[in-house]
């Protein structure tokens, strides 16, 4: 049996090289709302030496390469469990499935070849030669084409998966390793650890179109689902690269742990793995901030990482360890950072928008001692709620609940609940009706309600002058004082209008008199109490000529 001590022998001699990303490097922090660290669920007893691991992409199966036998190891990816085994070459190191499912093309360095294997039948269709020390592969996002690095030759072979042939050879830097296609197609990255670069192949030319000088020792690659940005691990110097694919420039250089030799990001785009060989851990970084949020032990000599389509599951392949290492990643906790309107009536309907991050999934949106929104709606940074009814005025936490969690109590989620308030504005209209042996006076009087909630009662009353018939078919008059009140609710922007009159008979001629009309009582709470009343003064003169001013 051969096998390595380490995944390439020249490691053992690498030193770290910090000074030469001193300027660029990104001191280890913790990342404003990062995502929860994962942690070790199970681990799973496989093939020696396993290497590379790669999940299909329907989700339930993994396969685990090892890079001292021919044995890959089936995993069932639901519990975790060995279902099989396909033997291929003599060893490989890495492993990528097609697009379809269909096919899984394995690496083997010691021969130079790629074997492609069926895997619905688990078997072995094609041996395809390549180049000296094949390594790294990866598969085109449309499936036709593999691509193949190959260490000790220094060049990529492209793999024309229709016909399992090597349609073209295109020489890369020094020890080409990790292999990653861009989203569209269009480019290919490889790691060309002896030449400490990132090489970009231009997929329409084969030819390599750009060379990004990176950390010490550049071994595994990532892209971010959506290729904007590519991660490398820096194995010679523990860092990990970050690299702006539109300029092909390193934006910044994180510190790791100890030797990282593979980095994955997760399908969500929100965090990064770094596996860090030499000390065993899973250094696990904010793709926004490109701080290091936590440190996770795992097996010996952690190698590649697997990650399940929805991201909740993990498959880390432990080289020193023959094992595997199932990592469990926690849904993230929902965090509330603003709403809009943050006031409403007491009465509830008010429509909250609630901002905030991971509220896709939103199994409840609650409004403190008020209860649950009865109806919502949420995408990963908005929800939609109708606010409930609250049997009290005052101030509310407003909280998404999604299957992550409940968010913390924050400043920025309070909701005011407001008491009913109306605002009724009177007025008094007065209509002088001269007459020969005597006249009158017609008033009408209007109460609009401006709002902002519905008036539910309301009492109007007047003082009428004394010695002055009155009389009313609206209103009730008991010793000259008028009374009026609402008979039903008045909505917001509503109008009613209450008649009166007083009688001016001659021996009132001559005399000056004033109703005032002033809204006495009612609901809810007058929020102008500035219009709650209203005055017109009168005059009868010689010739029973009234006026009103």
Known sequence: ???????????????????????????????????????????????????????????????????????????????????????????????AFAPDGGHAYLTHHLDGTVSVVDTATAAVTATVPVGAGAFG???????AHAYVSNADA?????????????????????????????????????????????????????????????????FGLALAPDGSRLWTANGGDSTVSVLSTATNTVTATVQVGANPYAVTVAP?????????????????????????TATVPVGANPFTLALAPDGRRGYLADFGGDTVTVLGFPLPVPVVTGISPASGPQAGGTVVTVTGTDLSGA????????????????????????????????TVDVRVTTPGGTSAVVTAGRFEYQAPAADLGVALAATPVPGLFGGRVDYTLTLTNNGPGQVTAATVTSSLPAGF?????????????????????????????????????????????????????????????????????????????????
């Open 1 to 95: 049996m051969r096998q390595r001590p380490a995944p390439r022998r020249y490691w053992t001699a690498v030193t770290a090289t910090a000074a030469a990303t001193a300027a660029l490097l990104v001191q280890p922090g913790t990342a404003a709302a990062a995502a929860p660290p994962p942690a070790v669920t199970a681990t799973v007893a496989v093939a020696p030496y396993p290497a590379g691991v790669a999940v299909a992409p329907g989700g339930g199966r993994a396969y685990v390469t090892s890079q001292s036998s021919g044995v890959v190891t089936v995993l069932d990816t639901a519990g975790g469990a060995v279902t099989g085994t396909v033997t291929a070459g003599t060893g490989s190191y890495a492993v």
């Open 137 to 143: 592969v990866a598969v085109a996002p449309d499936g």
């Open 154 to 218: 220094g060049t990529v072979s492209v793999l024309s998966t229709a016909t399992n042939a090597v349609v073209a050879t295109v020489p890369v830097g020094a020890e080409p390793h990790g292999v990653a296609v861009a989203p569209d197609g269009a480019h290919v990255y490889v790691a060309a650890s002896g030449a400490q670069q990132v090489d970009v192949i231009d997929t329409a030319t084969r030819t390599v179109s750009a060379t990004v000088p990176v950390g010490h020792g550049v």
């Open 268 to 292: 969500d785009g929100r965090s990064v793995y770094a596996s860090n060989y030499a000390d065993s851990t899973l250094s696990v970084l904010d793709a926004a901030s490109g701080a290091v």
């Open 363 to 394: 199994t409840a949106v609650g409004f403190g001692a008020a209860g649950n929104a009865a109806s919502f709606s949420c995408t990963d940074t908005a929800c939609t709620a109708t606010a409930p009814a609250s049997a009290a005025a005052g």
């Open 469 to 549: 018939g009155s009389y009313s078919g609206d209103c009730t008059i008991v010793a000259s004082k008028l009374t009026c009140a609402l008979t039903q609710p008045l909505a917001v922007g509503a109008s009613v209008t209450r008649h009166f009159t007083v009688q001016v008979g001659l021996l009132n001629l001559g005399r000056t008199f004033t109703v005032t009309t002033t809204r006495t009582a009612g609901a809810p709470v007058d929020t102008a109490p500035a219009n709650d009343a209203a005055a017109r003064t009168c005059r009868a003169t010689l010739g029973l000529l009234i006026s009103c001013d």
